[in-house]
């Protein structure tokens, strides 16, 4: 008995594979993605490398996303496939199944689809790892990344995968439809065309989502913690209240326009619509709020694109040292660096700073001064205009682009309160050619003649450092310069690392080191990302897939119906278009909105902090998930209709 209930849903599973077809794929494909993610983390040489402890906290990361988001949405498929097979639930007990039996058949199906799916997954994951190692190989310019063979990667996906599927089928029992067989004899439902929703919520989801939008066009910088809770809150409540009322309010307002209403197939194609927008509520909501995570994990991704593409502008210098007047590594360091750059072969130009702090009588704060003499030397290897002072002039050192923007309309009437030095700062220099991480936003230059007046130290002396060295190498192509100067940026690195306060007498930063580890992590979290949203939206079009297939046998009766009464082929091809129109791009179309202003609040932040701007890189990513939607919509379609015809 036991063999044939085996065999019975067994056969079930391969009958109903229409159903099943998306659930599998996505559930293949959250496997596969998990898997390979598995492998990465797991392997030795990612482990011991620089980037392990950065490279495998994006991986766990984004393991944790798959993880949460595979078991709602195995959750949320399970229902949909419950759904669609309810017909034939009610006709089994009708002839003599209990439920006991319906929930040990319901759970047998689903085990063999998760099992199926898991091994095909890891099958086809542990395939591709090899190619996959190579990529990751190039990026992280790894001398070797092999194929290994370990149990963890293996054990962790079907622990993961299969209690998923073993928890959510049975759980998924207490929602199993409980349908009669006199549901069947009635035949299918008619499309109810009564528009119940609260006017109230209509208007609240008017609202919440309005003011979720003008939270995010006024945010700044100084704003963002407060704001990036209360944002997600409302625009989350905002859509499912326009899902649930808010569409069913504008469709309402709409019928009562008889001009409009009326004419030619408008009322029915309305009905309809409104019949999609009450059963499919909720499912829409989830659609938007699965494609909005998806756009925002792109949006992340482009703005570390952005910054990686800027990053020479960002940082002009190679090498920087700065260190305090009595730091006693000075001189061994700096001889190391031009020992290390020399026998690379590296060209460089060096310039020496003495930076004294000061007082200011303007604005009662620490001004750090530089000397004209010096500014020019590294302006001079920037092939940049020089500087030309007098006596009592001074000019403003910019920290950012848009302080360029700034200072240059100011004029400051000051005296540098401990030599007792008048200035006037009324210009400011029109390039950056310091990193703004390097200088304090509080920094001039000043003539030779006035820099060898200071000669009283600076009044918080010595609970603040009245100054500070610093050794700008210039050097044309800095990518070059990855391996000088390790062992001080180790040094630093460490400090870091191990003290809650930064304690060595000195600073040194590699921007080509930087930019080699930047780039890298990049390029890894990048393909880590455009996995995670691939199986995002892989499962946002699932979630429309389970619920147009689920509802296609009482489609296609009503459809027949239509053509009986002299609904044309047209007509009819028109009429599906307009249904699925709303189910694929209503949600979607919401997604796009919420991502544009939440990409507004990253671009304004940015565009604060880093003088970034990301504009280019989300416009082609939106134009680029545009285009894959909209050729999706016509794949689904071309098959809608095959089945509806057939």
């Not at 019975?8 to 599998?24: G, K």
């Not at 709602?72 to 097979?85: H, V």
């Not at 209990?98 to 689903?110: A, C, H, W």
């Not at 040094?491 to 003290?499: E, G, H, Q, W």
Request: with cysteine.
């Amino acid at each position: 008995m036991s063999v044939t209930f085996l065999q019975f849903a067994y056969r079930n599973v391969f009958r109903n594979f229409r159903n099943y077809a998306a659930f599998f794929m996505a559930s293949f494909f959250s496997v596969f993605v998990f898997f390979i993610y598995s492998m990465l983390m797991f392997h030795p040489e990612i482990e011991s490398g620089f980037l392990g402890e950065v490279s495998i906290a994006g991986m766990v990361v984004a393991e944790i996303i798959l993880v949460l988001f595979s078991w709602f949405f195995i959750f949320y498929s399970m229902r949909a496939f419950l759904e669609a097979r309810s017909k034939e639930f009610a006709i089994l007990l009708q002839l003599g199944m209990d439920r006991n039996q319906l929930g040990k058949l319901i759970i047998i199906e689903t085990m063999t689809i998760g099992i199926f799916s898991c091994i095909s997954g890891i099958i086809f994951g542990y395939a591709f790892s090899k190619f996959f190692f190579m990529i990751v190989r190039e990026i992280l310019n790894l001398t070797a990344l092999p194929l290994y063979l370990s149990w963890e990667p293996f054990v962790l996906t079907l622990f993961v995968y299969l209690s998923a599927f073993i928890v959510i089928s049975t759980i998924s029992i207490i929602f199993t439809p409980d349908i009669k067989i006199r549901n069947l004899i009635r035949g299918p439902k008619f499309v109810d065309v009564v528009t119940n929703y609260s006017k109230r919520n209509a208007i609240l989801g008017i609202v919440l989502i309005l003011c979720g939008y003008s939270l995010a066009l006024i945010t700044t910088k100084s704003s963002i913690f407060t704001y990036t809770l209360l944002i997600p809150i409302f625009v989350t409540f905002g859509t499912y209240y326009f899902f649930t009322d808010t569409t069913l309010f504008i469709i309402d307002r709409l019928k009562n326009r008889k001009l409009f209403y009326w004419k030619r197939a408008r009322m029915l194609a309305i009905a309809e619509q409104v019949h999609i927008l009450r059963v499919n509520s909720r499912m829409f909501f989830i659609v938007t709020l699965v494609s909005t995570l998806a756009f925002l994990t792109v949006g992340v991704l482009s703005a570390m694109s952005s910054y990686t593409s800027q990053y020479d502008k960002l940082n002009p210098i190679g090498l920087i040292y700065k260190g305090e007047i009595d730091n006693p590594y000075e001189t061994e360091h700096i001889l190391s660096v031009i020992d290390e750059l020399e026998d690379s072969g590296i060209s460089y130009h060096m310039t020496r700073f003495t930076v004294v702090r000061q007082t200011s009588t303007y604005t009662s704060n620490p001004v750090e001064v530089f000397r004209e003499t010096d500014i020019n030397h590294l302006l001079f290897s920037y092939k940049y205009p020089l500087v030309s002072l007098t006596s009592g002039e001074a000019m403003f050192i910019p920290y950012s682009e848009d302080s360029i923007e700034t200072l240059e309309e100011t004029v400051v009437e000051t005296v540098l309160k401990e030599n007792n030095i008048n200035l006037t700062i009324n210009s400011v220099y029109p390039k950056m050619f310091f990193p703004s991480a390097i200088i304090s936003s509080n920094a001039i230059i000043i003539s030779d003649e006035d820099f060898t007046r200071l000669v009283h130290d600076f009044e918080l002396t010595p609970a603040v450092e009245p100054g500070y060295h610093l050794f700008t190498f210039d050097i044309p192509n800095w990518t070059e310069t990855d391996t000088i100067g390790l062992e001080i940026q180790q040094m630093v690195a460490r400090d870091y690392i191990l003290n809650s306060e930064y304690t060595l007498p000195f600073y040194f930063e590699n921007a080509g080191l930087n930019y080699s580890y930047i780039l890298a992590t990049y390029s890894l979290l990048t393909l880590i990302g455009i996995l995670v949203v691939a199986v995002f939206l892989l499962a946002s079009g699932s979630f429309v897939y389970f619920k147009i297939y689920a509802n296609l046998d009482r489609e296609k009766k009503q459809f027949d119906m239509l053509k009986k009464v002299g609904l044309s082929d047209k007509e009819l091809k028109r009429l599906i278009t307009r249904n699925l129109v709303i189910q694929f791009f209503l949600p979607w179309g919401l997604a796009f909105i919420h991502s544009a202003f939440a990409f507004y609040v990253v671009q304004t932040v940015l565009n604060d902090v880093m003088n970034l701007s990301i504009v280019k890189e989300v416009v082609f990513s939106f134009t680029l998930f545009g285009i894959i939607q909209v050729v999706y919509f016509f794949l689904i379609r071309w098959r809608y209709l095959s089945h509806i015809r057939g």
